[in-house]
């Protein structure tokens, strides 16, 4: 028989955000809730930042699986879609109450539980919750890894009753590791097998992290679980690196794959570190296909290049951000020849900062025509007059799929003799007025089109990336640190010259 609360039915969201809204009352009448409403009473716990419920909850959860991204969704019988907030609040509650859900032994439910999926968190830049403090995925990975190693701890301390050991939960997570929390992450995964939460991930991001390090803990993640990859800034990948990389371990799920020197986390030190070479681009022994590929400032050579539009990726890309590679330059044809592979799949292209002028865009066009299933097309940062962009425009309302579009400031809105890549000290000296009136004519053009749908933009500063928001101290003062090292390379070296 099912028992139900007081002051609770199955009745909708209200009644659930009237029966969490008092905490205390709440938490006494757990166990009289029927099993299928711990969903729409997290939810509404989550609304109304009610942690303690929501660790309440979380330690006594009687069904299989914890889907974040399903039950903080849009559902049926609640709308509002919760998964880009990340709450710090409602998020450590959830974290810790998953701890307590294998530390408690007198739980009245039967221990079910099998996954927790924390995948479907969202990290944006504009959240709203009481609180104002956000949980992001560098901190998430920093706690999850904590309350392991502090389990058990705990466990090999404390007299627990067999069933704590019977206990074996998959936690799906996106992990993103930097030096700062390396160890601490490390220590998780050494211990998984021992640990009643196994850390399974999904995908890894790493940042300024050695090498070494990089190896060692791609390697204890277990590369078999891996979807996306990505190595940022400051982890010094070569081309022999690379290869030797895919060649040792199997990556069989992986599907996206971002290498890349983010050129908007901190563009004053961007054009030093680039100065390191070639990042080459030895995919071969991947034998899946990767839909997602960002190799953004990652001076990529001609070889590079046609390897790139020659191999089976070229079929599968979805998404492509070949930014800060001067395209017209470097490799025409050969990237006119990958935009064709991917012409039937390719959904989002990023080409900022690539030296595309006037005279290529008839090429551009002829190139993304076949693309009909492009919803996003970015190419801040090219030395395009507006006569061109009007051009650009007016072929790109034939692009049916097309919702985003990122076009830079008219060159003409510059001063005469400006130079690309314009540096961060110019980038805002333009005719504001005149780019008005052209961004207007823009607009015109895509709504005489009936392509109202379409949202075409000028992002200076380039879009948000949460993560490099969430280490930017760290990041930061690795950064200046290494700026430092390398100029006092450059004295010394000068110093023997002389
Ligand atoms: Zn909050």
């Known amino acids: 028989g099912s028992l139900e609360a007081p002051g609770i039915d199955s009745a909708g969201p209200l009644c659930a955000e009237a029966f969490v809204s008092n905490a205390e009352f709440a938490r006494k009448s757990l166990g009289a809730v029927t099993h299928d409403l711990f969903p729409l009473l997290f ?178 993640t277990d590369p078999s679980l891996l979807r996306k990859l990505e190595i940022v800034h400051n982890v010094h990948l070569e081309m022999e690196h690379l290869e030797m990389l895919f060649n040792c371990i199997h990556f069989p799920l992986l599907m996206s794959l971002t290498l890349t020197v983010s050129k908007y986390a901190f563009p004053q030190i961007l054009y030093f570190k680039e100065g390191r070479g070639i990042v080459d681009f030895h995919l071969s022994p991947l034998k899946t296909p990767l839909k997602m590929l960002d190799v953004s400032n990652c001076s990529l050579n001609h070889a590079d290049m046609a390897f790139l539009a020659n191999s089976f990726h ?49 090429m551009l066009i002829l190139g993304l025509s076949p693309c009909q299933k492009l919803q996003e097309f970015k190419f801040i940062g090219n030395p395009l007059s507006s006569q061109a962009l009007k051009h650009l425009f007016t072929f790109l309302c034939e692009l049916q799929m097309l919702k985003n579009v990122e076009f830079p400031v008219p060159r003409d809105c510059y001063p005469i003799g400006i130079t690309y890549p314009i540096d961060d000290a110019s980038v805002c000296r333009f005719d504001h007025q005149k780019y008005e009136r052209v961004a207007e004519e823009l607009n015109l053009i895509l709504l005489q089109a009936n392509r109202d749908d379409v949202k075409a933009s000028t992002p200076l500063f380039g879009s948000y990336d949460a993560a490099v928001q969430e280490t930017n101290n760290e990041l930061g003062a690795y950064l200046i640190k290494s700026f430092k090292e390398t100029l006092e390379k450059f004295t010394s070296s000068f110093n023997k010259i002389n």
Not at 328 to 344: A, D, G, I, R, V
């Open 314 to 362: 070229a079929n599968h890309l979805e998404a492509l951000d070949l930014s800060g590679h001067d395209i017209p330059e470097l490799y025409p044809s050969t990237f006119f020849k990958l935009l064709s592979h991917c012409s039937s799949v390719l959904r989002s292209l990023t080409l900022e900062d690539c030296n595309i002028q006037d005279i290529h865009v008839n």
């Open 43 to 220: 939810k509404a716990s989550y609304l109304l930042e009610q942690g303690e419920v929501i660790h309440d909850l979380v330690e006594n959860w009687p069904l299989f699986d914890f889907n974040m991204g399903k039950l903080l969704g849009a559902t049926l019988d609640y709308e509002e879609d919760l998964s880009h907030r990340t709450c710090s609040v409602c998020l450590e509650s959830c974290l810790t109450g998953l701890r307590d859900y294998v530390l408690n032994q007198s739980s009245p439910y039967m221990k079910k539980l099998k996954v927790v999926d924390l995948t479907g968190i969202k990290d944006v830049e504009v959240q709203f919750c009481k609180c104002k403090k956000t949980m992001g995925r560098w901190a998430r990975t920093q706690l999850l890894s904590k309350l392991c190693s502090d389990l058990l701890v705990y466990l090999q301390q404390a007299q627990c009753s067999p069933g704590t050991f019977e206990v074996s939960i998959n936690v799906l997570i996106d992990l993103f590791v930097t030096e700062r929390n390396y160890e601490l992450v490390v220590q998780a995964l050494l211990k998984k097998c021992s640990c009643p939460l196994k850390i399974c991930c999904v995908a890894f991001r790493s940042d300024n992290l050695t090498l070494q390090k990089f190896f060692y803990i791609i390697k204890l």
